[in-house]
């Protein structure tokens, strides 16, 4: 692996890293930030399934970026960035607030995807780094 690839692999372990933090932050501050947000769910079920969701997410996507699991790193990635900008939408149209977490979701999403798919395709293929890391073990 060379320098420039596990760079972009930091930094994709980062973003994935990041979304797995932003649903722990989910689970302890979203309902106080956003108090209407469990009820305009459907309730603390649907609430903290969204969290938990989030941070079992994260971890995928970070186990993914390291190559400890085969993962679709990439369209995930984008999944969630898609999800995160919907959210900023919603919240600003029907709410009037600025949900900073939702953006931060969407710009980690973005960032991980695109430093996976570049450590991905800076002249090696996904199997030769995913050998690389196992013989580094």
């Known amino acids: 692996m060379s320098q420039q690839q596990a760079v972009y692999q930091s930094l994709a372990a980062s973003g994935a890293s990041l979304i797995a933090f932003i649903g722990v ?6 309902d ?9 769910l459907g309730g603390p079920i649907v609430w903290h399934s969204l969290g938990l969701l989030t941070i079992v997410l994260g971890l995928l996507l970070l186990a993914g970026t390291l190559r400890l699991i085969e993962f679709p790193v990439i369209s995930f990635s984008l999944v969630t960035a898609a999800v ?9 149209s029907l709410h009037h607030q600025f949900h900073m977490f939702a953006l931060a979701v969407a710009l980690a999403g973005f960032g991980t ?8 395709g800076q002249g090696a293929s996904a199997g030769e780094l995913a ?3 196992r013989r580094l073990k």
Do not use: D, I, N, Q
């Open 84 to 92: 995160g900008l919907v959210l900023v939408a919603v919240v600003a």
């Open 32 to 40: 106080t930030l956003f108090p209407w947000a469990p009820a305009f």
């Open 113 to 120: 995807a695109f430093c996976h798919r570049k450590a991905a």
């Open 25 to 30: 932050c989910h689970e302890f501050v979203g």
């Open 131 to 133: 050998s690389a890391t």
